[in-house]
């Protein structure tokens, strides 16, 4: 096991990954202003699964190289960021218990500034040693499959359920994660659904959301309409992208895959999010509209362009075919 294929793929496709995955590391801790454990925990696991794509030396350097480099650049460059109490805070606590809250929270920053300093060159070692698990475990689960029918039987059988449970884990990590207006949480519940299919999707986004109302609890309370949504936006772009055909090349094509995440995410981002809003919260409709619309433009594309650059080298590390084959119909015993 241990050849040079154990250590690094080099092809362009890999290289794309890697720095995309490396990107992702990158933002996971150095755009966060709190939940620091949330952002730790997802560049960890971007570094294992560098790792397990492109090699354990190869992946899990360049995504590790991004871990130090973030936790640098946040340590110096944005170690005081201004924590003041909000107006609804202040409405809502009165000025000086919000006030104080803001201060503490400002104390609880600065700390975790200082343990993520003084711990960087752990972390990195970490990340590395990650990559190089998760490299091993993929090879150890790929060679075992190798010899397996390539139709499943059980349609959830332990390899299916472990393919939604790493991409509910992405969705549920990335979900802080914020590049200006754009958001990531939504990201691994769409690419779930164009691997696996509509069925796995829905489940991905369902599973994701409810795990995520217990990770982070909504102020609003939870409400199984955003849940629907949720689900809803990981079957959406594979069922527009079956359309167009049974071809798999068409999951290669930028614009085909950008029409059914625009369908998708207009839909449910654009559309029934800001309605749930108004019929549930008494929020504006079209303010609502035009704010999601505004995200969206930069979301959709860039989700179209991650997935078609990175799709080529984890289908081809990973066997997606034998499970999406079951999507539609359970097979009868």
Excluded: C
Excluded at 29 to 46: E, P, R, T, V, Y
Excluded at 73 to 102: D, H
Excluded at 223 to 243: C, D, E, Q
Excluded at 320 to 330: L, N, P, V
């Amino acid at each position: 096991m241990k050849n040079k294929k154990y250590y690094y793929e080099l092809g362009w496709t890999n290289i794309v990954t890697a720095i995309v995955l490396g990107i992702f590391t990158f933002y996971s801790i150095s755009n966060l202003k709190d939940s620091f454990w949330i952002g730790i925990s997802s560049a960890l696991i971007l570094t294992a699964l560098s790792g397990a794509l492109n090699g354990a030396a190869f992946g899990g350097l360049t995504s590790a190289l991004a871990f130090l480099g973030a936790i640098i650049y946040k340590v110096n460059y944005k170690a005081a960021p201004s924590f003041k109490a909000s107006k609804k805070a202040i409405e809502t606590l009165g000025k000086a218990a919000a006030e104080e809250q803001a201060a503490l929270k400002l104390e609880t920053f600065n700390n975790s500034m200082a343990n993520l300093d003084k711990y960087k060159f752990l972390l990195f070692i970490s990340a590395i040693v990650l990559a190089f698990i998760g490299r091993y475990i993929y090879l150890k689960v790929k060679s075992t499959t190798a010899n397996e029918e390539r139709v499943e039987k059980n349609y959830f059988s332990a390899r299916t359920l472990s393919y939604l449970a790493m991409f509910v884990a992405l969705s549920v990590v990335l979900n802080t994660l914020r590049v200006g207006p754009i958001s990531f949480g939504g990201f691994p519940i769409i690419y779930g659904g164009l691997a696996l299919g509509p069925v796995y999707g829905f489940i991905i986004g369902l599973v994701s959301d409810l795990l995520g109302f217990l990770v982070r609890p909504s102020g609003n309370g939870f409400n199984l309409a955003f849940t629907l949504t949720s689900a809803i936006t990981g079957a959406i772009p594979v069922l527009v992208l079956r359309t167009f055909g049974n071809d798999p090349k068409n999951k290669h094509s930028f614009v085909k895959v950008l029409i059914g995440i625009f369908v998708g995410q207009t839909l449910t981002s654009v559309i029934m999010v800001p309605y749930f809003m108004k019929l549930f919260y008494g929020f504006n409709f079209w303010e609502r509209v035009l704010k999601a619309f505004s995200k969206q433009i930069w979301s959709i594309p860039l989700y179209a362009f991650i997935f078609v650059s990175t799709w080529k080298v984890v289908n081809k590390q990973i066997d997606f075919k034998s499970i999406e084959k079951t999507d539609f119909a359970i097979p009868q015993k």
